[in-house]
């Protein structure tokens, strides 16, 4: 790639108010990606101390209610306030540019679900400063031990409204992105001609949009059993703690998927940039995704009680494991886009990679706890810990970075240095499977979850060792990438060509980064890479492919 | 052609359908209820979606007329503010739930005059 060296002006500052209240959906997307990666660096903080306390048998660096706080909050912040957020980023600056949009669909909804999301995190973390401590009830706020008499204190009831007022604000954020996609698109940008992140997003929103409501109805009943002494989840009630179960994991397992869904897209608008070629069945892929992964994913919420004995076994064991068809579409696809492709071994390039592989283990230990023989083995243990860190740590989390890598330039208008996002992606390879590889054995070998210690006769010291060092090593690979963006947007400022590293769908026919309204001329949409199609046309008329600009191919034919 | 209502209507018969598989296990309710209603109330998004769709495909007359952005909304952070101090007053008191209640009126106020000058804005152009 050759970037011209006009050095230009840093950009003016919005000031306070402005940051607060611009309702652009670009500057929208930057701050939720900033609020986000806080919240990472605040869940990752928990982390480590939890590995420290971990690392050796019988420490006893915190106290076990501290722990249970610890590992409550981890997994909340992780997942309210870090990866579904940041999915609904990217959502929020891709989608309107991937359809040819000069704004999103609902800006000031859009604004309202970000100062809600970012609102209802701080009451969350708010928690640490009560005299109780915070939420210590596990992620999911599980009954009835998140009733009052079992966990007392305002921290839960600031967990519990916390995450009501995340879980709306995300909602708000989903209605806008699904709204520009099927409202707000380009003339000629038909549903077959959206991008592969794009219909992920609608594929992510579509889970979001029934299965939120339903995580606010029911944390707003379990408050209501907080304060009104346990009217529908206590145990003892008919139903109880197990319809708690049942409608929590309905919005749970969507969860899930939408922590993964939007990434996969990153990972296919990667793999087909850097292997310059377009998306290999493509209508398959949108087909096995959309339809098959996130509809089903939304039939499969049962297999999270599987152990109990109160869903239907066969049922939820049946549709989990037809999830395997879904996700093989979608793997065969995502490595078709490379089958003699011109490859280029980029940072973006790699996190891809490290994506599809590690991402595969993760869906691998799931079978585990989708068999429900297998499922009363592992269950509650730290193979399911595992589990969900290969899919979302070390799958989504990846694919995230491999995003970032790749339109950080559309964002800020500034690439990140390649030599240090190598260093970033070879250390967080390591760390991921130092930390993550060891769990698997230690739940087969009987190690339970969220144990604050556990005693040296078992021998579990030496692998416990290598997890915390590996956890070490993220959180050095994460330092590498914050100082990456430092020292990139530190350098000298040039102006970059609109479509640096030659992608295909149409947020690279605008500059980097687009002007408020986006575009100041869109070209022909004929496919649902209409930056190759620019290629194409401008390749057969002899024109350099580096100067190719959307308003060459715009005047018909009038290419110059 | 108007296509975009397939997209939920096509998820929501999805669920139903399997809502209906559920039948054959012997099922627990909660789980039909569950499964079958999302799916319900994802037919009838797309019925909507399809019944107020407008034409996208083809170039609409007002294409050329400039629409007006909104490019800074304070109201809708304040009303934001409101509704989060609204909810967690269920567990300050009542103070805080009014104070969440009139932040949210004073939102309701700007954005309304947010929307007027916009309207002029647009009438002045």
């Known amino acids: 790639m050759s970037t011209p060296a006009l050095v230009v002006p840093r950009e003016q500052s919005l000031g306070l108010i402005g ?18 990666i806080l919240f990472f660096v605040v869940g990752g903080i928990m982390a480590l101390i939890m590995r420290a306390q971990l690392g050796q048998p019988d420490q006893q660096i915190v106290s076990p209610e501290t722990y249970n706080a610890l590992f409550t909050m981890h997994g909340s912040t992780m997942i309210y306030l870090f990866v579904v957020p940041l999915a609904l980023a990217l959502g929020v600056y891709l989608v309107p540019l ?12 859009a604004l309202l679900g970000f100062w809600l999301y970012l609102a209802g995190g701080l009451i969350l973390e708010l928690g640490w400063a009560t005299n109780g401590g915070p939420g210590r009830a596990t992620w999911i706020a599980v009954a009835p031990l998140s009733e009052m008499q079992r966990t007392p204190g305002s921290g839960q009831d600031l967990w519990i409204l916390g995450v009501i007022i995340v879980s709306i604000g995300q909602w708000l ?11 707000k698109r380009a003339p000629g940008m038909t549903l077959m001609r959206m991008a592969p992140f794009t219909w992920l997003m609608v594929g992510t929103t579509l889970m979001m949009v029934f299965a939120w409501p339903v995580l606010v109805v029911t944390l707003a009943l379990l408050e209501w ?53 377009r998306m290999f069945g493509y209508k398959f892929f949108v087909f096995g995704s959309v339809l098959l992964f996130a509809a089903g994913s939304s039939m499969v919420w049962g297999h999270h009680l599987l152990t109990s004995g109160r869903v239907d076994i066969k049922f939820f064991s049946f549709n989990t494991h037809g999830l395997i068809l879904a996700a093989g579409i979608e793997y065969f696809d995502l490595l078709g886009t490379l089958w003699r492709g011109r490859i280029r071994f980029t940072t973006a390039f790699l996190f891809a990679c490290g994506f599809m592989w590690q991402f595969l283990i993760g869906g691998l230990t799931g079978i585990w706890t989708a068999a429900p023989t297998l499922d009363y083995h592992v269950n509650n243990s730290y193979l399911i810990v595992a589990h969900f860190h290969y899919t ?8 995230a970075f491999a995003g970032m890598y790749y339109w950080w330039p559309k964002f800020f208008g500034v690439l990140l240095s390649e030599r240090l996002g190598k260093v970033h992606f070879v250390l967080l390879t390591i760390g991921t499977n130092l930390t993550f590889a060891p769990m698997i054995a230690l739940g087969q070998e009987g190690m339970t979850r969220r144990i604050s210690t556990y005693p040296a006769a078992n021998g579990w010291g030496t692998l416990n060792l290598l997890e915390s060092a590996g956890a070490g090593i993220i959180a050095l690979a994460i330092l590498v990438f ?27 026919a605008t500059t980097c980064p687009p002007p408020r309204h986006n575009f100041d001329g869109l070209p022909p949409i004929r496919s649902y890479a209409p930056m190759m ?3 194409e046309e401008a390749e057969d008329r002899g024109l350099p492919v580096e100067e190719v600009r959307p308003e060459l191919v715009t005047e018909q034919g009038a290419a110059t | 052609m108007r296509r975009s209502g397939l ?8 669920l139903i359908a399997m809502a209906l598989t559920d039948l054959a296990y012997g099922p627990v309710p909660q789980e039909i209820e569950m499964l079958g209603g999302a799916g319900l109330a994802m037919v009838l998004i797309g019925g909507l979606s399809w019944l107020t769709e407008r034409r996208r495909l083809e170039p609409r007359p007002d294409d050329d007329v400039p629409r007006p952005l909104p490019d800074l909304s304070v109201s809708t952070v304040v009303l934001a503010l409101g509704i989060a101090i609204l909810i967690v007053g269920y567990e300050f008191g009542p103070w805080c739930v009014f104070i969440g209640g009139g932040t949210i009126v004073v939102a309701i106020a700007g954005l309304i005059r947010e929307f007027r000058a916009e309207r002029r804005a647009a009438g002045s152009a």
């Open chain 1, 19 to 36: 940051w607060m209240a611009s309702t652009d959906h670009k500057s929208l997307g930057k701050r939720m990606i900033g609020a986000s």
């Open chain 1, 98 to 109: 991937q359809c040819g949009a000069a704004e999103i669909a609902g800006p000031r909804v």
């Open chain 1, 173 to 183: 954020s989903a209605l806008c992105i699904i709204a520009t996609a099927m409202r």
């Open chain 1, 225 to 277: 059993d907080r304060k009104n002494g346990g009217i529908f989840f206590a145990a003892g009630h008919p139903a109880g703690p197990i319809a708690y179960q049942q409608l929590f994991w309905f919005y749970g397992h969507p969860v899930v998927y939408v922590m993964f869904f939007p990434f996969v897209g990153c990972v296919a608008e990667v793999f087909s940039a850097f292997s310059g070629r």
């Open chain 1, 392 to 399: 979302i740590f070390a799958g989504s989390l990846f694919a």
């Open chain 1, 482 to 508: 914050l100082i990456n963006v430092w020292v990139s947007h530190r350098a000298p400022r040039v102006v970059l060509p609109n479509n640096p590293w030659q992608g295909n769908s149409l947020e690279w």
């Open chain 1, 533 to 535: 199609d620019m290629r």
């Open chain 2, 7 to 14: 997209v939920p209507a096509a998820w929501g018969a999805f």
